[in-house]
């Protein structure tokens, strides 16, 4: 559909009245996002099923992501699932289908995604960001995994200086906490949220590509750790964990791979 169309343009521009999105706000400070959707986000859906759709026969409500739903939007929203409004279908962004609750996900049909390759990740981003000179394209399209939002949410973070401290602690480890407790400070202020949000993010991504390294004992400790990183960062993601410390337990946790391999070399 051509951008100056009269559909296309609604859609841009939030308006089109049969087409709801759900996502984090803003805070007031104009620049951080909440820490997940709300139940009165998904309250306000109401409004929207007590019409019929007035520009087409269905309306579409996207939640992205659902895994940023608080526990009781969680539950609102199951109400609609379980008795949909006629002519609705809902599309729902999910980047941890495991840890949905059950009733949701038995609910829905699973639509999964592959990655972009290189050549369509640089291609998305050198469009979505004409102002990134060509290092900075190269490690957002690293970073994103073939997932081109996400790469374009961490431009102007330095991701390839995160990756490197958190590489440093896979390869090195941090025998005396110094790497660990550095990294947990330089991303504790509140200005570092987005880097912080980053962190959650890359941490069980970086335990996950270290993983597939492995075999036997150490493959099987290098899962647990992946487990135990995504529980927490989900977890971080949804409450008001201390971002401080939950970096710290984090890092350790990449640390931890170090000495797997140690153990299972000696």
Same mark, same amino acid.
């Given at each position: 559909?051509?951008?100056? &169309? ?29 820490? =997940? ?6 309250? %306000?859906?109401? !409004? ?5 759709? =007035? ?25 609609? @699932?379980?008795?949909?409004?006629? &002519? ?6 999910? &980047?941890?289908?495991?840890?949905? @609750?059950?009733?949701?996900? %038995? ?14 990740? *640089?291609?998305? @981003? ?6 990134? +000179? ?30 490197? /401290? ?5 390869a090195e480890g941090d025998p005396t906490? /110094?790497? !660990? ?23 069980? =991504?970086?335990? $996950?590509? /270290?993983?597939? *390294?492995?075999?036997?004992?150490? #493959?099987?400790?290098?899962?647990? @750790?992946?487990? !135990? ?5 989900? $977890?971080?993601?949804?409450? =008001?964990? +201390? ?10 946790? #990449?640390? /931890?791979?170090? !000495? *797997? ?6």
């Open positions: 559909m051509p951008e100056d &169309h009269r559909i296309a343009r609604l859609v841009a521009a939030g308006s089109h009245p049969d087409l709801v999105r759900l996502e984090r706000l803003t805070k007031d400070n104009g620049t951080d996002l909440a820490r =997940s959707i709300s139940v009165d986000q998904v309250r %306000s859906l109401q !409004r929207l099923f007590s019409t019929t759709p =007035s520009m087409s026969a269905w309306r579409a409500v996207v939640i992205d992501s659902i895994d940023d739903l608080e526990r009781n939007a969680a539950n609102a929203l199951l109400k609609n @699932l379980e008795e949909p409004p006629p &002519h609705t279908v809902f599309l729902l962004v999910s &980047h941890a289908p495991e840890r949905l @609750l059950p009733t949701i996900r %038995s609910r829905c049909r699973v639509l999964r995604f592959s990655p972009l390759d290189d050549d369509a990740m *640089t291609s998305a @981003l050198r469009i979505a960001l004409p102002e990134a +000179d060509e290092g900075e394209i190269r490690e957002l399209a690293k970073v994103g995994e073939g997932a081109p939002g996400r790469a374009v949410a961490w431009q102007g973070l330095d991701i390839a200086a995160l990756d490197q /401290a958190m590489r440093a602690l896979i906490n /110094a790497r !660990r407790a550095a990294l947990a400070q330089s991303l504790s202020s509140k200005s570092a949220q987005p880097r912080y949000e980053a962190f959650l993010a890359r941490t069980p =991504s970086l335990i $996950a590509e /270290a993983a597939r *390294t492995r075999s036997g004992p150490a #493959l099987a400790e290098a899962l647990a @750790l992946w487990e !135990r990183a995504s529980a927490l960062a989900g $977890a971080a993601r949804r409450t =008001s964990l +201390d971002a401080q410390s939950t970096a710290f337990e984090l890092a350790g946790m #990449l640390a /931890a791979l170090a !000495r *797997t391999d140690a153990r299972n070399a000696a």
